[in-house]
């Protein structure tokens, strides 16, 4: 099991680092810079798994329970967590230039 675990990690690193790159690229203005885009997103998609348990849509995808649908789950939990992570990450880097 611990394979499977590390496999998922991955999976939302991946996923929320893809995300903060494509925002930060979309959006300059809320660009940190390439590399801090995709590590605040991949830190925003590992964070977001606790409370994406508790999403309707999207808690019955993560869990023991979910079997083959976790990476979809794992996904969407890594896209939805590095999208909130870089939001607010370019909000305040934002705010601070002014």
Same mark, same amino acid.
């Given at each position: $099991?611990?394979?499977?675990?590390?496999?998922?990690?991955?999976?939302?690193?991946?996923?929320?680092?893809?995300?903060? $790159?494509?925002?930060?690229? !979309?959006?300059?203005?809320?660009?940190?810079?390439?590399?801090?885009?995709?590590?605040?997103?991949?830190?925003?998609?590992?964070?977001?798994? !606790?409370?994406?348990?508790?999403?309707?849509?999207?808690?019955? %995808?993560?869990?023991?329970?979910?079997?083959?649908? $976790?990476?979809?789950?794992?996904?969407?939990?890594? %896209?939805?967590?590095?999208?909130?992570?870089?939001? *607010?990450?370019?909000?305040?880097?934002? *705010?601070?230039?002014?």
């Amino acid at each position: $099991m611990p394979g499977v675990a590390s496999i998922l990690l991955f999976v939302e690193f991946i996923c929320g680092a893809a995300i903060g $790159m494509a925002l930060g690229r !979309w959006v300059p203005s809320f660009s940190l810079g390439r590399t801090a885009d995709c590590l605040i997103g991949g830190i925003g998609g590992l964070l977001f798994v !606790w409370p994406s348990a508790r999403i309707p849509g999207v808690g019955r %995808l993560i869990g023991h329970h979910a079997d083959s649908l $976790m990476l979809i789950g794992a996904g969407i939990a890594g %896209l939805l967590g590095g999208l909130v992570l870089i939001v *607010l990450a370019g909000f305040v880097g934002s *705010l601070i230039r002014g």
